[in-house]
């Protein structure tokens, strides 16, 4: 290694961690892998990265022949001329942009700039992207900084630094995305997170998102939390989780039969799990007085708005006497009404005897008033 060293084979690059510092190592690279790799002195892993224009490099060595090219690798470390060691820097990002400031950590002359000045969007997590010496002088002109090449790295080679999403906060962001989802309190949701694997986010600030029905409540499932950085990328984590809606809601307090008027003893009110949908359970006793009971409730059984129907004064289709009064003559003729409602409120009528429609206000459920007789 060492005379692949001095003929300038191996490279020697520079770990570099944000918030500057010196370098924590450094690690040995083959800068001639497809020459190793031909000659058959080793199996070198498959590498991957991409520059800011998104061309994709990597290199894989082959492993037939090597017994028969180990004379020829031994001459050719003797042949290959010397060549200049690369100089490459890594640099991991905290949050979604490379800025001046992070640049500057590696490269001095870059706090010239101010430092929150964005240069390019972050790697997607688990991707390096290279910034070439060349990338360097460009970014560099644009903001008329000027900057030597001999003082700069060879390649900047920038990542996303990741962590792991704990437990606690995968519950936590889970309860909040769904609670927003729906306009519930978070209080309401109770996630139970079934055989929790930690997943590895990027650092910095996320927004958690997650488009779950509620349905299947109160029994293990796979939910998706995704989560979004400030540059619009985003990725989808998978959790087994029993999802839990606490609320108010009420249930019969007795056997209720179909037409019935509810009235305030014949419903209480309980609080836990709900068995569904918030939006579908009654919360306030404003919600069920005076509504007809549109089909049979057992005792105890939870009243779903869609078994309840608006008491009405007067029914659609329901025969009435219309009645014009004024200071100097008063009319009656039949009509029929073609809306239901309660008394007081204005619905539309038909007149029998000359098949006009008209608009009355209902005095009770035989009679309503019309300004007209058409």
Not at 26 to 33: D, E, F, G, R, V
Not at 304 to 323: F, I, P, Y
Request: proline letters at 7%.
């Amino acid at each position: 290694m060492n005379k692949l060293k001095r003929i300038g084979i191996v490279t020697q690059t520079r770990l570099v961690q944000p918030g500057g510092g010196p370098s924590c190592g450094t690690i040995s690279q083959l800068a001639k892998p497809s020459l190793i790799s031909t000659l058959g002195l080793a199996r070198l892993p498959k590498f991957h990265s991409a520059d800011w224009s998104g061309h994709r490099t990597g290199s894989n060595s082959p492993s037939v022949f090597r017994p028969f090219l180990l004379l020829a690798a031994v001459l050719a470390v003797t042949l290959v001329p010397a060549t200049q060691a690369a100089d490459i820097v890594r640099l991991a990002l905290e949050h979604d942009r490379l800025t001046a400031g992070d640049l500057a950590q590696v490269i001095p002359e870059w706090k010239a700039v101010a430092p929150h000045e964005p240069l390019a969007f972050a790697p997607l997590p688990g991707i390096d992207r290279r910034a070439p010496k060349g990338q360097l002088l460009g970014w560099g002109k644009r903001l008329g900084l000027d900057l030597q090449p001999e003082n700069l790295p060879d390649v900047v080679l920038v990542s996303r630094r990741m962590r792991q999403l704990t437990e606690a906060e995968a519950k936590t962001e889970l309860a909040a995305a769904i609670a927003e989802r729906h306009g519930l309190d978070s209080a309401q949701v109770r996630v139970h997170l079934d055989d929790f694997q930690a997943s590895p986010v990027p650092t910095g600030a996320l927004r958690f998102e997650a488009n779950i029905p509620l349905t299947q409540l109160n029994e293990p499932r796979s939910l998706p939390l995704r989560w979004k950085d400030g540059g619009g990328r985003s990725s989808t984590i998978w959790l087994r989780a029993t999802l839990a809606i606490v609320g108010r809601y009420a249930v019969a307090a007795e056997s209720l039969e179909v037409g019935t008027i509810l009235r305030p003893e014949d419903f209480v009110f309980q609080t836990g799990p709900l068995p569904g949908d918030p939006k579908k359970y009654i919360s306030t006793p404003q919600q069920v007085m005076g509504m007809t009971l549109r089909r049979h409730s057992r005792e105890g059984e939870p009243l779903l708005r869609s078994a309840l129907a608006r008491h009405s004064t007067v029914r659609r289709g329901d025969l009435l006497e219309l009645q014009l009064k004024s200071r100097a003559i008063q009319l009656r003729v039949p009509g029929r009404a073609e809306q239901s409602g309660l008394a007081g409120e204005t619905i539309t009528c038909r007149n029998l005897e000359s098949g006009q429609r008209i608009r009355a206000v209902i005095v009770d459920s035989k009679h309503a008033e019309v300004e007209r007789i058409p």
